[in-house]
């Protein structure tokens, strides 16, 4: 039997305003390395077959030289545009990936990623058509008003927090993502949301890890300095 195919498709086409720097978050040092580089070399040592990397317009020239060539990073398929919007860089990133079986969609700021996440993401995308890792949450969550008043607070043993990677069978996303973009619909913040929207599939849920966390302000760098040094991409 033919060898399904698996892609994954890095997103490093975020401004980061939040960082309080004029350099995009993806490019920020980390431990002597670009942010994006160490998502990138996961999926470089796992199990995918090829990886499309989403830069912003300006960047793609940049990556090419200072990341894919600079790091030797050999299953970087392609390089392409992002979109204005996050879900129209993944777009732009699966028109790429036209012929693979199953798509991994990972957000660069994620550097804490491992190969172990890798793995069981394609063995539950194999199994189920999309999955998503994450964690359970571990405080107590409060659903408010328009006044910022509480009104629920649901059970937390049925909330997780989601991460990336997020994974699908190829024709689901690439279907969801047509039906989404027919309507017009812009109040999307993941991809698990669309799949579930667009053409009602559910995702299952799979253990991510608490360092797993997404590089949003300029204290979260020195959380995830500490995580890699400690464990070598590993907590």
């Given at each position: 039997m033919?060898?399904e195919h ?9 401004t ?6 004029d ?5 920020m040092?980390?431990?002597g390395?670009p ?8 999926f470089?040592d796992?199990a995918v077959?090829?990886?499309i990397?989403?830069?912003s317009k ?7 030289k200072?990341?894919?060539?600079a790091?030797d990073?050999k299953k970087?398929?392609c ?8 879900y129209?860089?993944?777009?732009n990133?699966?028109?790429a990936a036209k ?5 991994l ?5 994620r ?5 172990d996440?890798?793995e ?5 995308v194999?199994?189920?058509g ?6 359970p949450?571990?405080?107590?969550i409060?659903?408010?008003?328009e ?7 649901p059970?937390?043993?049925?909330l ?5 990677p997020?994974?699908f069978?190829y ?16 109040d ?8 579930e929207?667009?053409?009602?599939k ?16 300029p204290?979260?760098?020195?959380v995830?300095e ?10």
């Amino acid at each position: 039997m033919e060898k399904e195919h698996v892609t994954a498709i890095v997103l490093a086409a975020g401004t980061g305003s939040r960082m309080q720097s004029d350099v995009p978050k993806q490019y920020m040092e980390l431990n002597g390395k670009p942010v994006l580089y160490y998502s990138l070399q996961v999926f470089e040592d796992s199990a995918v077959d090829d990886i499309i990397l989403v830069v912003s317009k300006d960047d793609v020239s940049y990556c090419k030289k200072e990341i894919v060539d600079a790091f030797d990073l050999k299953k970087i398929k392609c390089i392409v545009e992002g979109g204005s919007e996050r879900y129209w860089s993944v777009r732009n990133g699966l028109n790429a990936a036209k012929g693979t079986d199953y798509v991994l969609i990972h957000d660069a700021a994620r550097p804490c990623l491992t190969n172990d996440m890798i793995e069981d993401s394609i063995v539950w995308v194999k199994k189920t058509g999309a999955c998503t890792v994450g964690v359970p949450v571990k405080d107590t969550i409060k659903i408010v008003d328009e006044n910022q008043l509480g009104v629920e607070t649901p059970p937390r043993n049925f909330l997780w927090q989601v991460q990336t990677p997020q994974s699908f069978l190829y024709e689901d996303i690439m279907k969801a993502y047509a039906l989404m973009e027919q309507s017009g619909d812009s109040d999307i913040t993941d991809d698990t949301m669309i799949i579930e929207r667009y053409i009602g599939k559910k995702t299952k849920l799979i253990m991510g890890d608490y360092c797993n966390i997404k590089i949003t302000t300029p204290e979260d760098l020195s959380v995830a300095e500490n995580f890699l040094k400690k464990s070598k991409k590993s907590c």
